[in-house]
């Protein structure tokens, strides 16, 4: 009897941690960061290209986004070089937070850490993903896993904002 009781207890367990964590993430998937507030920045830098459009769309935000912490691959010295010589100095640690990606691989479970640190509470981030502008009637791999995540979900052609409609057409941006 007392073993049917426990099989009880964790099946009822499991049932409900996959529902409390089902309705924290939908409770808060869309938290606003107020206007004029600092939202600490994590930039995920792929190589080539990808740096570049990153680093333009960089240059056009204001200084609320600081601080400023980037994410690169050891091997990936140029996109460093790029970064340290687009980033002269550091603001305090504030308490929103932003990732900003554009499509390299990288970005996919920096994204998804993300999401947890904001379904479990530990951290309110904000996910904002750019497809890169060479993507004109498809998403990138990146693009698509991300499209169901991310707060914001901007691309930059017409074409793919008619196929996906949860997307934000700005026109060319970088």
Known sequence: MESSWATLGIAAFLFLLPVLFAARFFRTRRARVP?????SL???????GHTTEILRLLSSLSQT???????????????????CSFEQQRAETASNSLVLCNGP???VPICASALLLRMLGIKSVTIVYVESICRVENLSLSGKILYHFSDYFIVQWPALKEKYPKSLYLGRIV
Request: neutral net charge; proline residues 3%; aromatic residues 6%.
């Open 35 to 39: 206007r004029n507030a600092a939202v």
């Open 42 to 48: 994590l930039v995920v830098a792929g190589s080539g």
């Open 105 to 107: 691989g990288t970005c």
């Open 65 to 83: 986004y600081s601080p400023r912490h980037y994410v690169l691959a050891d091997s990936d010295k140029m996109s460093e070089e790029k970064i």
